[in-house]
C-alpha cells in the first residue's frame, strides 16, 4: 500500500525542509510538535558520522606514516607527506569540535593500526612492517611528530 503524500512526513519529503523546521521549533520551544524519532535518529548519526570519518582519516594517517617510515622510496615522499599533513589537518579539526573522540581514536588505534598494515602490506608486499606500531601511540604524537629520519 502506497501512502499519499500528505500521509508521509516532512522528514520523508524534504530533508533540508525537515532540519529547518525542526530548528525552529526548537528555538520556539515548540518542543510537542518535533519528530522526537527522527530527530534521534539524527543525533545519533551525526555521533557515527564523526567517529567514521575519524576512524578513516587515521587509518589513511597510519598507511601513509608506514609508507614514509619503511619504505624507500624518495620520488613518492612528498605525495606521502602532503597526505600526512592533509590528515593530521582533518583529525585536529575532528578533535577541536569533538575532544571527547580522542578518547575514542585511542580506544580504536590498534585496530585501526591493523587497518592501515593490511592496506600498506598490500601494495607493497616485499616491504618488512613490523605487526605492531613501533612508535608513541599518543594522538598528540601521531598528530605532530616525525618518525622518520630525514
Known sequence: MTQSLSQVSLYEQD???WIDDTVAKLKAGKFEQLEIENLIEEIECLGRSDK???KNRFVVLLEHLLKRIYIDSPNDYRGWMNT????RRQIR???EDSPSLKNFAREQLSSL???ALTEARSKYEDAEFPNEWQ????IDALLNETFWEN
Do not use: G, K, N, V
Open 15 to 17: 530533508f533540508a525542509l
Open 52 to 54: 567514521r570519518e575519524l
Open 84 to 87: 600526512i599533513r592533509e590528515q
Open 93 to 95: 579539526f575532528l578533535l
Open 113 to 115: 593500526y591493523l587497518e
Open 135 to 138: 612508535f608513541s601511540s599518543e
